[in-house]
């Protein structure tokens, strides 16, 4: 009968779990358009792209930590691709994009929304590899993304 008593004591608990996890992905996935907010994207069928196709990556980090801001908590992430193919890395591009969150709770429910433009890449196989830098902890984490332009 004490529901929120016994919430609280799984919250602290996945506090202390939380922080002991390496930052890893939940789920990286192409969509079909920029999404919009944790949990809502359009899935996309397949990895092949048009020439100029921008692709869209909805990607749910796990494992950052907060940085205190009085009563706030903050998510700062930056990220990194490297754009190879079967000839070797076409390209490094380190600190793209930021993503960030300000929050007075610890939110857990946080997405990645990436969006490369790969404009000029001629037909043939590629991997985006993108590496993720928690800007509070410290910690990485990289995922492939294989693509196909066609």
Request: hydrophobic share 40%; no cysteine.
């Amino acid at each position: 009968g004490k529901h929120i008593e016994a919430l609280e004591a799984m919250s602290e608990g996945l506090d202390q779990l939380w922080a002991q996890t390496p930052l890893a992905l939940r789920k990286a996935v192409f969509v079909s358009e920029p999404p919009s907010r944790f949990g809502v994207y359009q899935g996309r069928d397949g990895s092949v792209f048009k020439p100029g196709e921008k692709l869209f990556i909805y990607a749910e980090p796990v494992g950052y930590a907060y940085r205190k801001d009085g009563d706030a908590y903050e998510i700062d992430m930056v990220a990194d691709v490297a754009l190879r193919s079967p000839r070797g890395t076409l390209g490094v591009q380190k600190g793209f994009a930021t993503f960030g969150l300000k929050s007075l709770a610890k939110v857990r429910e946080f997405h990645v929304p990436i969006t490369y433009d790969f404009s000029g890449l001629e037909a043939g196989e590629y991997v985006a590899k993108t590496t993720l830098t928690d800007q509070v902890s410290g910690k990485k984490t990289s995922f492939d993304m294989p693509f196909t332009i066609q």
